[in-house]
Each structure stands twice: as structure tokens, then as C-alpha cells.
């Protein structure tokens, strides 16, 4: 098994009362993990850090971000995600595009299975959400129903059905109907969404770009030349064409590399793993948030390594480590026992 960080000529930090320089692995590339990365190096670490898919986790398919401070017009998704990688290329930190399989713990590190398996001693799990699923039977054009909308963002007129009415719903819905028609379909009475998206939507809904159905149940899914058909029931059931469904029905943590063993030991972390943004955040999936989260990652982990002799935590098991000065430094409230004034639990997601 090989570390990329393992050596201190590599790091390109030293410390003399450290053997060796701890390896610090990062796995997601969203916000939370980019933050984290670029603050861990401008420690002078050198993290690896793992992304599946592209850099900048769901901010790919965000149509505006509004609040961002910094940007009182806006930014769009896609810009926000190509200035964190130009920020990684600032600092040179190479992304590893690779899946993480699994993680186990053993010995004292964290064994990362990618396409070849690497050692760490902290980990710093930044992996985000997936999407939620219809409990029905698809189609064999199942390609044909999406979670995110960044493979259709340049479809043009075209039908798409976006299932759902939250914040990522209607911002799809915004996103997708300049130049497609839109039916948008919510099972419940109400709009869920942020008031100024709904206002939004409306303006579009009058304009005819997008067809609203409310208190509509999807009952089955079927396949049709070029795309899809859904059966929705609402007063009747009627069949409706799509050359494409987006799911936009809720999200939970991306955690399936991890074993539930795993996180019943280590629900909340400890000092040499942390779960960040919005991989533990529940319904709060900000930009912001999760950023913050990773910034505060990377403090914690650069006060562990300086404040403790470092052989210790090698050594013994990462839930037994005493507390650092006033307490565990990863220490939000339990992501498994979903206390009241505690983050959602961790494998239920919304």
C-alpha cells in the first residue's frame, strides 16, 4: 500500500518532535473537502484528495448562487464550481478521480479502497449526498431519469419532467426551462421551496414554459420511442411524455463505502476523522455551511497534530483518544441519535 503525503521531503513539512508527518486523506471534492484541501495545504500538509465525479460536488447544477457573500449578483453554479478548481490549481493540489470503494480501520489508520488501496492516519470525509429514489419499478431507458440535471444542461427543446417541489425542484425547473418545457410535479398541495423561487416559478408557469401538477402521485414508469412516459394520478390518471424525468425528491448521506459497523463506532467522529458539509448537514446544503466546515476541519486537524505528540493517536484507537484541551474538537452532537438540538441523523438524510 502506498501514501502519497507519507514522506516529509514530500510533504514539504517537518516537525521535529513527528517520526513522520501524519497522511491526511480527503474524499469528495465538493466545497467542504476543496476548503479543507486548500487550508490543510496552506499548513503545509499535502492531502489526498479523492472526487468520482467532478470537482465541485452539486454546484453543477445550480442554476444561481444568490447567497454567497461576496457576490450580491450572483454566481452561477457552474462558475462557482470552476473557481474552486482554479483554486486547487492556485495551490496545486492534485485531484485523485477515482471512487472510494471502502474505508476500513485498522491498526490505528484508515484503509481507503480505490483502484489501488492507500493508508491514512486522519480522514476527512467530505462525500455529499445522493439522491433519494422512486419506490417503483423503471423502465430499461432508466438513463433516461436523472438525479442531477448537469448532463442536460444544454437540451434544447425538449420535454423534461422534474419530480418534486423543494429548492432544488424549482431551481431545476428555473434552470431547465429557458429553453425546454417543464412539467413540474409535486405529490403534495404546497410548494416547499424558498419564496423567491416559488415567485419564480410562477412568472414561468404564466408564461407557459412550465406545467404545474400538484397532488400528483407518479404510478408507473414505461418506456416510449426517445423517451418516457409517466402515468400520474391526480383527480384521473393520465400519461404524460418526457424525453427526460429528473428526481428531485430528497436527498442522504453518501456514505455506502463506509460499513454501518463503522459509523455506530464512530457516529460523530473524533480526532482523526471528521464528517463535513453536506454529508452530515441534513437539510442544511449551503455552499456556505459546508466551506465553513471544512475550513474548520483543517484548524482542528493542524491544533491536533501541533498540541499532541502525534505518535499517540497513531498508536491507539481513534474513539479512545483522550480529549483535546476542552473536549473532542470534532465535537457536533450525535449524527446517529438524532438528539432535539442535535444534526439530522446521518443515514436517514431529510
Not at 510533504?11 to 471534492?29: L, Q, V
Not at 472526487?51 to 453543477?60: A, V
Not at 417543464?182 to 416559488?198: C, E, Y
Amino acid at each position: 500500500m502506498t501514501c502519497v503525503s507519507i514522506d516529509i521531503n514530500h510533504c514539504g513539512y517537518y516537525n521535529p518532535r513527528m517520526r513522520r508527518i501524519p497522511c491526511i486523506a480527503i474524499i469528495g471534492a465538493g466545497p467542504a473537502g476543496i476548503a479543507a484541501a486548500i487550508q490543510l495545504v496552506r499548513y503545509g500538509y499535502k492531502p489526498m484528495l479523492f472526487e468520482k465525479n467532478k470537482p465541485g460536488g452539486l454546484l453543477g447544477n445550480a442554476f444561481k448562487v444568490e447567497n454567497y457573500p461576496g457576490f450580491p449578483e450572483g454566481l452561477s453554479g457552474i462558475d462557482f464550481a470552476e473557481k474552486l478548481s482554479a483554486h486547487l490549481k492556485k495551490y496545486k493540489i492534485p485531484v485523485i478521480m477515482q471512487e472510494v470503494k471502502s474505508v476500513v480501520h485498522k491498526k490505528g489508520q484508515y484503509i481507503i479502497e480505490a483502484e489501488k488501496k492507500m493508508k491514512a492516519d486522519i480522514l476527512v470525509i467530505a462525500s455529499g449526498t445522493k439522491p433519494k429514489r422512486l419506490s417503483l419499478s423503471l423502465p430499461a431507458r432508466s438513463l433516461k431519469i436523472l438525479s442531477e440535471i448537469y448532463a442536460i444542461r444544454n437540451e434544447r427543446h425538449r420535454t423534461i419532467a422534474i419530480i418534486g417541489a423543494g429548492d432544488a425542484a424549482l431551481d431545476y425547473a428555473l434552470n431547465l426551462c429557458r429553453y425546454n418545457k417543464v412539467i413540474l410535479i409535486n405529490r403534495r398541495d404546497q410548494i416547499k421551496g424558498l419564496s423567491v423561487l416559488s415567485e419564480r416559478l410562477k412568472t414561468e408557469i404564466r408564461n407557459g414554459r412550465v406545467k404545474y401538477l400538484r397532488n400528483a402521485v407518479i404510478t408507473k414508469i414505461e418506456d416510449a420511442t426517445d423517451g418516457i412516459y409517466l402515468y400520474v394520478r391526480r383527480n384521473s390518471l393520465k400519461k404524460y411524455f418526457c424525453h427526460h424525468a429528473v428526481l428531485a425528491i430528497g436527498r442522504e448521506p453518501a456514505l455506502d463505502f463506509l460499513p454501518r459497523s463503522f459509523l455506530k463506532h464512530f457516529p460523530n467522529g473524533n480526532r482523526s476523522l471528521y464528517f463535513i458539509g453536506d454529508v452530515k448537514n441534513g437539510d442544511l446544503r449551503q455552499t456556505s455551511i459546508a466551506i465553513g466546515d471544512g475550513m474548520k476541519a483543517a484548524m482542528t486537524i493542524n491544533e491536533v497534530i501541533e498540541s499532541l505528540n502525534y505518535s499517540k493517536l497513531l498508536k491507539g484507537k481513534p474513539n479512545l483518544d483522550p480529549p483535546l484541551l476542552k473536549g473532542n474538537p470534532n465535537s457536533d452532537p450525535p449524527l446517529l441519535k438524532g438528539k432535539p438540538n442535535s444534526n439530522p441523523p446521518l443515514l436517514k438524510g431529510e
